[in-house]
C-alpha cells in the first residue's frame, strides 16, 4: 500500500483565493481525519469521518473550512475564501476501527501558503 | 478536548546521552498512550504506544513508562544518536480522537 497520499504536496494562494486539499486514505481504513499544524498551535483536529460520515467537525475554525468525503477511498478539505493566518502544514490521517486507540498513519502533508 | 502538557519544548544532548520527554494529563479514562516522532518535513509517525494495562514498553533504544496514578507518561531514548533529532509529540486518546502535546524539539549533536 502506498500509505495516505494527498495532493497538492505544496500550495501558494493569494487571499481571498478557494483552496481545496486532497486525501486518499490506506485502503480499508474506515477511519479519517484532517489536521492542521502550525507553530503557535501545534497539532489540531480539525474534523473526523467515520465511515464516510462526518463525527466531529468541532475543530473546524471557521464556515470558510468544509470537508467532504463522498467515499471510502476520496476526502477533500476547502477553504474558502483563504486567509493568511491560514497558512499551515495540513496533514490527513486514516486508521482502521472507530477508536482513538487505534494507529493513525499520517499523509505527508500540504504546505499552504496564502499570500 | 483532553489537555496534554509536554516538557521540555526543547532538549539537545550530546550524541550517545539518554533523553526523556515527559507528558501530563487531567482525564483519567484515556487509556492509550502513542508517541509520535516527526523529522523535519515529513509527517508524524507512530514510534512507540502504551496502554492502561501496563506500566513500561520497550522498543530497542526507546522507552515509554506510564504512571496512571500520577496521570503522566515519559519517552526514554537511550543511547541518542543524531538520527534522533526530531520533533517528538505525545498524544493521548480521548474517544475517537488523538489529543497530541505541542511537541519537543530534540537535538542530538555529534
Given at each position: 500500500d502506498a500509505g495516505v497520499i494527498q495532493s497538492p504536496r505544496h500550495e501558494v494562494t493569494e487571499m481571498g483565493q478557494e483552496v481545496t486539499l486532497r486525501c486518499k486514505p490506506i485502503s480499508g481504513h474506515n477511519s479519517l481525519f484532517w489536521y492542521r499544524q502550525t507553530m503557535m498551535r501545534g497539532l489540531e483536529l480539525l474534523i473526523y469521518f467515520?465511515?464516510?460520515v462526518p463525527i466531529d467537525d468541532s475543530g473546524m475554525p471557521e464556515d470558510r473550512f468544509s470537508a467532504k468525503m463522498p467515499n471510502a477511498s476520496f476526502s477533500t478539505l476547502k477553504i474558502?475564501?483563504?486567509e493568511p493566518r491560514d497558512?499551515?502544514?495540513y496533514f490527513c490521517a486514516s486508521s482502521l476501527g472507530t477508536g482513538g486507540e487505534n494507529e493513525q498513519y499520517f499523509g505527508p502533508g500540504t504546505r499552504l501558503t496564502v499570500t | 478536548g483532553e489537555n496534554v502538557e509536554q516538557h521540555p519544548s526543547t532538549l539537545s544532548v550530546q550524541e550517545g546521552d539518554s533523553a526523556v520527554i515527559k507528558c501530563t494529563y487531567s482525564d483519567s479514562a484515556s487509556n492509550y498512550f502513542p508517541w509520535y516522532k516527526q523529522e523535519l518535513g515529513k509527517r508524524p509517525q507512530l514510534i512507540i504506544d502504551i496502554r492502561s494495562n501496563v506500566g513500561e514498553k520497550k522498543d530497542q533504544r526507546i522507552a515509554v513508562t506510564l504512571n496512571k496514578t500520577a496521570k503522566h507518561?515519559?519517552?526514554?531514548i537511550t543511547e541518542t544518536q543524531p538520527e534522533d533529532s526530531a520533533v517528538y509529540f505525545c498524544a493521548l486518546a480521548s474517544g475517537y480522537a488523538l489529543n497530541f502535546g505541542k511537541g519537543t524539539s530534540l537535538l542530538v549533536t555529534p
Open positions: 467515520n465511515n464516510n474558502q475564501p483563504s497558512s499551515a502544514v | 507518561f515519559s519517552l526514554h
